[in-house]
């Protein structure tokens, strides 16, 4: 009886694993369209698919895909709704690769403000099926699908410093403060490897023309050259006596260009390994490199606040530049060779005239230091990422902003834009790299705490017994207030605690972070109950006197109206 029963339980799962994978596919290859459409809808598909440990959420984005223009031209308003389902699974994907359970919270805050019949009866049935507790936004607060974000990659343990884009605009290189260089699937955001080998921070990385090799430069003073296929680090290229700070490849693969701190410009075979000759004339530590297309001109940008070009061939000073105030971070040239674009730490982006070296026109809007700048293969727009945690894209041609692309919660390090000028990837202090869409462009005592670091946040519970509090070092501790001793600890978020609050009847506590999350923690147990992750640190928090519904209030100014589902009342 029970090999009958274990054998019937196998069927089944193999049946739901067939079901899953193929039956979208069978649906559009069999014409029976308004199923496939009706299939993707379905919340209980989607969530059963994104949990099975054979597909997961990448797998049910690429089942969007399979009409083609024939099909979506007949079905616009179908396929309209199938494009936001998919765009918000997209935003979605680095929350819910993470946590599973928050599915129903990301799309709940990402689709109600879609108001369409299909979409709306999609959220019903959310909140009709999930058994688990999960905070529902009352309110809609997350990035809605689109708009100009697409995708964001995590999985840095430190800042981005730089990203990179090959020339088939297929994968993203991002390097960062952790030691590492990433390479990443563009079209789905999958982590495709990590190279390992440098001793310090990576500060820069470029690619090869032909997409076969990446260039790292690194705090430990040296330029790794990598297989972009295998992840094989080909050899190192030492000289530098200081961090290298920035690198660029000649159009033709031939040579590598690197700038440091030790004020010189470094010029290398690509082939062999060899130094061909150094740069001297910087005053001080150089930030930022690049290389005409016609491989025939370096130009070099300093914290002597001056851009330099030299020849590539004779190592000859051609001439300098001068007009900023203060350091410039980073230089980029349009593919005709004719201009040069800078970014400082005066906050301006400016434009020169690179035959003359004549000042053309400055840029300016930022709030903090321009750290990086890239410009559109049709020469057209300006891309610059800046300390004030934005992104801006500019008319190359006129000088006007055209719009600014938030979403970062710290500093933007790094931009890149894709060869068709469709995309801008940018990477920064907060740990991730984000895709945009160019195109369209939130004292009775004192209790020896015991945090290691500082404490942001204190509550008590009603009855008074009871005392919480939050830290930098990302825990929350619960206290017996009569005694000063701790009862226990709360573990989960992964960064500075910087709010809390109880509810009424002291049975749970809500935290909100500088980690872009709200946690809903049982405060008997110490069990973490429900988590919401926004796209900003979460300043505040407070909860209502129901004990379930929550407001808090996040770093770009959103406040976000959450309530919890299934709390087991």
């Given at each position: ?131 688990y507790p999960w905070l529902r936004p009352l309110t809609p607060g997350l990035t809605p699908p689109g708009g100009c974000l697409l995708l964001t990659l995590t ?415």
């Amino acid at each position: 009886m029970k090999q009958i029963e274990k054998k019937s339980s196998a069927q089944k799962l193999y049946k739901q694993k067939i079901r899953l994978g193929r039956y979208p596919y069978s649906l559009v290859n069999s014409g029976q369209y308004e199923k496939y459409y009706h299939i993707l809808t379905d919340y209980q598909f989607i969530s059963a698919k994104i949990n099975h440990p054979e597909f997961g959420i990448q797998a049910l984005i690429e089942d969007y895909d399979l009409l083609d223009a024939t099909q979506t031209e007949i079905h616009p308003d179908q396929i309209k709704t199938l494009q936001y389902i998919q765009s918000a699974l997209r935003l979605s994907a680095h929350i819910v690769t993470q946590d599973k359970q928050q599915l129903p919270s990301q799309l709940w805050g990402r689709l109600q403000a879609i108001h369409t019949p299909e979409i709306k009866q999609l959220l019903q049935q959310i909140s009709q099926i999930q058994t688990y507790p999960w905070l529902r936004p009352l309110t809609p607060g997350l990035t809605p699908p689109g708009g100009c974000l697409l995708l964001t990659l995590t999985g840095h343990s430190r800042s981005v410093n730089v990203v990179a884009v090959t020339a088939d605009s297929k994968r993203v290189i991002s390097s960062s403060g952790d030691g590492t260089v990433k390479v990443w699937n563009l079209e789905t955001g999958e982590e495709k490897f990590t190279l390992t080998g440098h001793s310090g921070s990576v500060n820069a990385v470029a690619v090869t023309a032909d997409s076969e090799r990446v260039i790292s430069g690194s705090n430990d003073r040296t330029v790794k050259v990598w297989n972009l296929e295998t992840g094989e680090e080909k050899f190192t290229l030492t000289g530098h006596s200081g961090s290298v700070n920035a690198v660029a490849v000649t159009v033709d693969s031939e040579r590598v260009i690197s700038g440091s701190d030790d004020r010189t410009v470094k010029v290398w075979n690509l082939t062999t390994g060899k130094e061909l000759f150094t740069f001297t004339g910087h005053s001080s530590l150089v930030e930022a490199v690049a290389v005409t297309t016609d491989c025939q001109r370096v130009i070099s940008g300093s914290d002597d606040n001056t851009v330099k070009v030299w020849n590539l061939t004779t190592g000859e000073e051609l001439f300098i530049s001068t007009g900023h105030m203060i350091s410039i971070n980073a230089i980029a040239f349009t593919t005709d060779g004719k201009r040069v674009i800078s970014g400082s730490d005066d906050n301006t982006v400016k434009v020169w005239n690179l035959e003359t070296g004549e000042e053309l026109f400055t840029l300016k809007g930022h709030s903090g230091l321009v750290n990086a700048v890239a410009v559109t293969n049709d020469g057209k727009r300006v891309i610059s990422g800046s300390d004030d945690n934005t992104v801006k894209v500019w008319n190359l041609e006129t000088g006007e902003e055209l719009f600014t692309l938030k979403g970062h919660s710290s500093l933007v390090k790094a931009v890149a834009v894709t060869a068709d000028g469709k995309q801008v990837i940018s990477g920064s202090h907060d740990n991730t790299v984000k895709v945009w869409n160019l195109e369209t462009g939130e004292d009775n005592f004192t209790v020896p705490t015991d945090h290691s670091s500082l404490v942001n946040a204190v509550a008590v519970t009603a009855d008074g017994q009871r005392l919480i509090s939050g830290s930098g070092d990302g825990a929350v501790k619960v206290w017996n207030l009569e005694t000063g001793k701790e009862i226990f600890r709360l573990t989960g978020h992964r960064s500075s605690v910087y709010a809390l609050a109880v509810t009424a009847d002291g049975q749970r506590l809500i935290s909100s972070s500088d980690d872009n999350t709200v946690k809903v923690w049982n405060l008997e147990t110490g069990e973490e109950i429900a988590t919401f992750t926004g796209e900003y640190p979460i300043n505040s928090c407070a909860v209502a006197p129901d004990g379930l519904t929550i407001v808090a209030g996040d770093d770009s100014g959103m406040v976000h109206f959450l309530k919890l589902e299934n709390a087991g009342e």
